[in-house]
Nanobody
Framework: QVQLVESGGGLVQAGGSLKLSCAAS?????????MGWYRQIPGQQRELVAQ???????TYLDSVKGRFTASRDNAKNTIDLEMNDLKPDDTAIYYC???????????????????WGQGTQVTVSS
């Protein structure tokens, strides 16, 4: 089993900053492929905020470009999201997502399932 542990959420005022961190771990984990952060407001679709491939290619939601910066450590299977100049519209539950390469449970091989973190609340007050 692989777990994604998230941290860094909280309450900040508009214009403030938060840093979210996510670490994938587990005895069967070999490495991570794509890792990213998504967010969801109740009643709305979950949307991609930032994603980084294992090769370093990065994708950002248009509304966070220039304000959020994602980074990752392939060796540690972690991804961080530095969020600056936060706005009330950034308020959401943020979820870490990781496609992981893990040992197959029964054969000599690999699987590449996707795991989600439990979500961390980010609240930005005006």
């Amino acid at each position: 089993q692989v777990q994604l542990v998230e941290s860094g959420g909280g309450l900040v005022q508009a214009g403030g900053s938060l840093k979210l961190s996510c670490a994938a771990s587990g005895s069967i984990l070999i490495r991570t492929n794509d890792m990213g952060w998504y967010r969801q407001i109740p009643g709305q679709q979950r949307e991609l905020v930032a994603q980084i491939t294992s090769g370093g290619a990065t994708t950002y939601l248009d509304s966070v470009k220039g304000r959020f910066t994602a980074s990752r450590d392939n060796a540690k299977n972690t991804i961080d999201l530095e969020m600056n100049d936060l706005k009330p519209d950034d308020t959401a539950i943020y979820y870490c997502r990781a496609e992981v390469v893990q040992r197959h449970p029964d054969i000599l091989g690999f699987r590449t399932p996707v795991y989600w973190g439990q979500g961390t609340q980010v609240t930005v007050s005006s």
